[in-house]
């Protein structure tokens, strides 16, 4: 091994509902760490990863291990819920290893890098795919040539050019998962058949141009099936895996590649189950057939508002009865359908949210999921909102996709989370959908995920210590952190703009590109271009 030693974190992801919502969604393996880990590790470098949310750590643990390791950089994984708790973590890192180079990546410390970097403790940030980037600041290359990176000069954030998008994926090592504790990871409830299962993804990127996603209009890129049936025959025979769930965010976006992936899993005869999250414009009778014979059992549709115009204000507009046929045909070749719907979008009305609710109870699919509008810095909803003034926080912490973080003229705030409220009522209490879940049993953590989730739906309450962390995380807020007064103000920047090479600041290298890296229209086009 070379000698420099690089510990990668995972920070806690902290609920101020009591952890109630965090009862009911999943704890995979951080992928995006993982893959930085893997990479590096190829390249002969010393490296670790500690999982402070999993393993469920104090501050006082975290500054132990940090010791123990002593590392010479440090990393960490940022999105919007967990910064407070990075910021902190990167505060404990300069104490516990003083002379440590700390890295932050991630959606939001790529959105808000100025704002990263008021943190003195926080060095380097990172936009984009971390692998090669990582790799350059380990090697000891000159900050000022390593592509997509910010830092700090004197009183100014210097913003790097991007870094030129990798399109073959299949050149990463498998995630290392030997890294991280495998048995202390869980699927959302409902979202499983089988244990024990893990997260992993086929692409990067995404065509769509959904105004609340990160991942719009970010440049699309797939493995090959190849490679993604040979890691998953390295978890089955290495950790027992029993199930897969894809968090694509479009799985079969590219449907030669899907077709090739469930040929060679059927030619596997492997002992395992999957799932993936599915646009209704890009699933049809064929992948649903050939998905099945796979071993495919649920999809995850995005429907996100039953009122086509509400569709059209987030840049989604898929027709509603495509919609309810991609439901239809999944239900006819025995898979499951996860519908997501979100509450309180640009031009939300009471009319408009009673449409949603109905609307998914016509769909009738097996889980409804419903959550209220976030607007995620790096998002085209976030910059609206920041524009015109239409935020009610930026306070980090509350971006949880349980409360309402907007001032809509349309709508006021309580109607929103009473409709909230009374959605889960709505659909989960109807006898067809209480039988359809009990019907769905055929293990016995199954029985404990139906008591857990009628706690949670029903009474708002949370059962167990499933999903909960150290309560000292959440005291933080984002203001306890920025001790430096930098020249620069954050620009409100989209994440393809960030990750892709068009966007150019007061502190970045100038450049260009051609567009139509991004400008793909529908899931059709990009299939056909790629």
């Not at 000069?153 to 495998?182: G, T, W």
């Not at 970010?218 to 089955?236: D, G, P, Q, Y």
Request: aromatic share 10%; hydrophobic share 40%; proline share 4%.
């Amino acid at each position: 091994m070379k000698a420099s030693k690089i510990l990668l974190i995972n920070p806690p992801w902290i609920s101020k509902d009591q952890n109630i919502w965090h009862g009911i969604k999943s704890a995979m393996p951080p992928l995006g760490l993982l893959s930085v880990a893997s990479y590096i590790e190829s390249k002969g470098y010393d490296v670790e990863v500690l999982d402070a949310h999993v393993e469920k750590l104090s501050s006082k643990e975290v500054f132990a291990r940090i010791q123990e390791s002593n590392p010479k950089y440090i990393g960490l994984s940022v999105m919007t819920a967990t910064s407070n708790a990075a910021n902190l973590i990167a505060n404990i890192a300069k104490e516990a290893a003083p002379d440590a180079t700390v890295v932050f990546g991630g959606v939001h410390a790529e959105a808000m890098p100025v704002e990263s970097l008021s943190n003195s403790s926080v060095d380097i940030v990172v936009s984009g795919d971390g692998e090669e980037t990582m790799l350059e600041i380990i090697e000891g290359k000159p900050i000022t040539d390593i592509l997509g990176v910010s830092y700090r000069k004197e009183n100014c954030v210097i913003q790097n050019s991007p870094r030129p998008v990798e399109m073959n994926l299949d050149k990463y090592p498998f995630p290392a998962y030997h890294l991280v504790k495998m048995d202390k990871y869980y699927p959302a409830i409902g979202a499983y058949k089988r244990l024990p299962a893990i997260n992993m993804l086929m692409t990067r990127g995404c065509p769509g141009k959904c105004t609340f996603c990160n991942s719009a209009l970010t440049t699309l890129r797939t493995r090959s099936a190849e490679h993604v049936v040979n890691e998953i025959k390295m978890l089955w025979e290495t950790y027992n895996i029993k199930e897969i769930q894809f968090y694509d965010d479009t799985f079969t976006i590219m449907k030669k590649n899907v077709f090739k992936f469930c040929d060679l899993m059927i030619e596997a005869d492997m002992d395992i189950s999957w799932c993936a999250f599915v646009r209704a414009d890009c699933f049809n009778e064929a992948l649903a057939k050939r998905m099945k014979q796979a071993g495919c059992h649920q999809i995850l549709i995005g429907v996100e508002s039953g009122d086509e115009q509400i569709l059209k204000n987030i840049r989604k507009p898929i027709d509603c009865e495509r919609i309810a046929e991609a439901v239809r045909i999944a239900r006819d070749n025995g898979i499951d359908s996860r519908c997501a719907f979100i509450f309180g979008n640009m031009g939300e009305t009471v009319e408009t949210l009673k449409k949603t609710i109905q609307f998914s109870i016509d769909l009738d699919p097996d889980i409804a999921l419903y959550n209220i509008c976030t607007p995620y810095p790096g998002t085209q909803l976030f910059k609206w909102a920041r524009e015109n003034n239409r935020l009610v926080s930026e306070e980090w912490s509350d971006y949880e996709l349980s409360g309402f973080l907007m001032n809509l003229e349309t709508i006021e705030t309580e109607e929103i989370y009473k409709y909230y409220k009374d959605a889960h009522r709505n659909f989960y209490l109807r006898p067809i959908a209480m039988w359809r879940r009990i019907c769905k049993i055929s293990r016995i953590s199954h029985i404990s995920d139906l008591i857990h989730a009628f706690f949670y739906i029903v009474l708002r309450k949370k059962l167990g210590t499933r999903g909960l962390v150290r309560s000292e995380w959440a005291h933080a807020t984002k203001h306890d952190f920025m001790d430096l007064v930098l020249e620069n103000k954050e620009y409100t920047a989209l994440t393809y703009e960030l990750r892709q090479r068009e966007f150019i600041s007061p502190t970045s290298k100038v450049y260009t590109i051609d567009k139509a890296d991004f400008e793909t229209e529908s899931c059709q086009n990009a299939e056909s271009a790629l």
